[in-house]
């Protein structure tokens, strides 16, 4: 295995290479072709711009979620304080109880005590009425002594006038404690209804909580995701750096032979790189709103996969979303690639002439059929294979 291989196999962890386009793009052209140190480091700038997306994406989403925590910590207070309101109210309401309860055992005392009293005034007036309503005088004759006599009546008016005083002044506070009890009983309605609306007001404000917690925990959780697509690409760079480096050895340690054609004068001519019908054309719309970057060609899984043109193999492992994938560098920026075939008969390094097997077909070209997926391209630019393979072999 070439040092190459070595690094693609340590590579083959998901996410290492984000995609074909980007690692193709990455690959080509190479300095060897006289491009100076600052293209290389342009190719990266899809991989960069994509960590500062995301370094901009998790700053931002940083200070969203201290917004959310400062808001949902006065959340937090606010409900703290209804707690406090409705249980300093649950206590007036308690003290309120206790009044009444003192009330009413107030009033029935005092209305044993009226009726005792209306008793003894009840049976002095029924000992008048069967007297005739002549006691006063009655009691004025059979005293001997006037003076006597005289005490005797204004005792009896004084009791009698005493008794109605009582009863009256219990009538009073019976009335007095009625008002109190409607004060009581009004100030328990206004407490009640307080608490109602505390209560509903804490409702919301729990909802409120509920919802900023959850997004709070929804945004820890893309944040975290984020920091993960972030530390992957940042480990792809790297790697993607390494890969164009031993690339790059590798052109420059494997002289090409001097009489090798141009893959430009070639235009319209290439052999197909295997027998079949075409699936499946170049820029045809897949998987909603993607665009072929190349073409699939039927083929029965096993059958040769051939090299269209001279070149070196510069890629020849598994790569995510291409399966195994081989890649021949056709010089002047040209490559062709090769997907989804399931075993390989040239390496990395290998000088491949026109028709020379690569390697053979899957039995899945991406379609869910067997065949191969084929790519052209110029540097970073896509050409549609159809204009570069000879019409006779479609």
Do not use: C
């Not at 045809?284 to 039927?298: D, F, K, T």
């Amino acid at each position: 295995m070439t040092v190459l291989a070595a690094h693609l196999t340590h590579a083959r962890r998901p996410g290492l290479l984000l995609a074909l386009p980007l690692m193709l793009t990455l690959m080509l052209p190479v300095p060897v072709r006289g491009q100076d140190s600052e293209e290389t480091e342009a190719r990266l700038a899809a991989v960069n711009d994509t960590i500062g997306q995301i370094e901009s994406w998790l700053q931002q989403a940083r200070r969203q979620r201290s917004s959310e925590e400062a808001a949902l910590s006065e959340l937090n207070q606010r409900i703290d304080r209804i707690n406090q309101d409705i249980a300093n109210n649950q206590q007036d309401i308690s003290r309120l109880d206790q009044q009444l309860a003192d009330l009413s055992q107030q009033r029935d005392t005092l209305l044993a005590d009226s009726e005792t009293q209306r008793d003894i005034v009840a049976r002095a007036l029924h000992a008048s009425y069967v007297s005739g309503g002549d006691s006063q005088l009655q009691l004025l004759l059979t005293q001997q002594d006037p003076s006597t006599a005289q005490r005797m009546l204004v005792y009896f008016e004084a009791f009698n006038e005493d008794r109605l005083q009582q009863i009256r002044r219990f009538r009073q506070t019976l009335n007095e404690l009625a008002q109190t009890r409607d004060d009581i009983d009004q100030a328990q309605i206004t407490l009640a209804a307080t608490n109602a609306a505390l209560a509903s007001q804490r409702e919301e404000l729990q909802s409120s909580q509920q919802a900023r917690t959850r997004l709070i925990a929804s945004l820890n959780a893309d944040m975290a995701t984020r920091r993960n697509e972030l530390e992957q690409l940042l480990a792809d760079r790297a790697h993607l750096q390494e890969l164009i480096d031993e690339i790059n050895r590798i052109i420059v340690d494997i002289p090409a032979p001097e009489d090798a054609a141009p893959f430009a004068d070639a235009q319209g001519q290439l052999p197909w790189p295997v027998t079949g019908a075409l699936l499946a054309r170049f820029g045809e719309r897949y998987g909603g709103s993607l665009q072929r970057q190349g073409i699939i060609i039927s083929s029965d899984a096993g059958s040769s996969v051939r090299a269209v043109h001279n070149g070196r193999v510069v890629f020849a492992d598994w790569l995510r979303g291409s399966g195994n994938l081989i890649v021949v560098d056709h010089g002047n920026s040209y490559i062709s690639l090769y997907a989804h075939v399931q075993g390989f008969t040239k390496q990395t390094g290998d000088w491949v002439n026109r028709g020379e097997a690569l390697a053979l077909s899957g039995s899945d070209a991406g379609n869910g059929a067997p065949g191969l997926y084929f790519e052209i391209r110029q540097s970073s630019r896509t050409l549609n294979p159809q204009d570069w393979l000879a019409p006779a072999a479609e």
